[in-house]
């Protein structure tokens, strides 16, 4: 089983910055993809994006160019750098790590962007 730690977010007004992390334990395979998906109200839930354990990324689209994902192993912890903030990233931002026979999820961290 594999636990997720999130810690981060918070208020930010638009054009700010904010950093996430996000720390696994647990059992944990030597391949795995780690990312944060965010859930706007009344919206469903949603990537944002992810990174393999040999480096690859991917973001979405409305993120690219303003957030950056980077991953320690030897941590298994995963972090995720926002800026350029709108109001539309308003969100509850979860942790996701998805191993060969697991598929995790952390409690999720709110991140509110206004002025």
């Known amino acids: 089983q594999v636990q997720l730690v999130e810690s981060g977010g918070g208020l930010v007004q638009p054009g700010g910055s904010l950093s996430f992390s996000c720390a696994a334990s647990?059992?944990?395979?030597?391949?795995?993809?780690m990312g944060w998906y965010r859930q706007a109200p009344g919206k469903q839930r949603e990537l944002a994006a992810t990174?393999?354990?040999?480096?690859?990324?991917n973001y979405a689209d409305s993120v690219k160019g303003r957030f950056t994902i980077s991953r320690d192993n030897a941590k298994n912890t995963v972090y995720l750098q926002m800026s350029s903030l709108k109001p539309e990233d308003t969100a509850v931002y979860y942790c996701?790590?998805?191993?060969?026979?697991?598929?995790?999820w952390g409690q999720g961290t709110q991140v509110t962007v206004s002025s």
């Open positions: 990174i393999t354990s040999g480096g690859g990324t």
């Open positions: 647990g059992i944990i395979s030597a391949s795995n993809v």
């Open positions: 996701r790590l998805i191993g060969t026979r697991s598929d995790s």
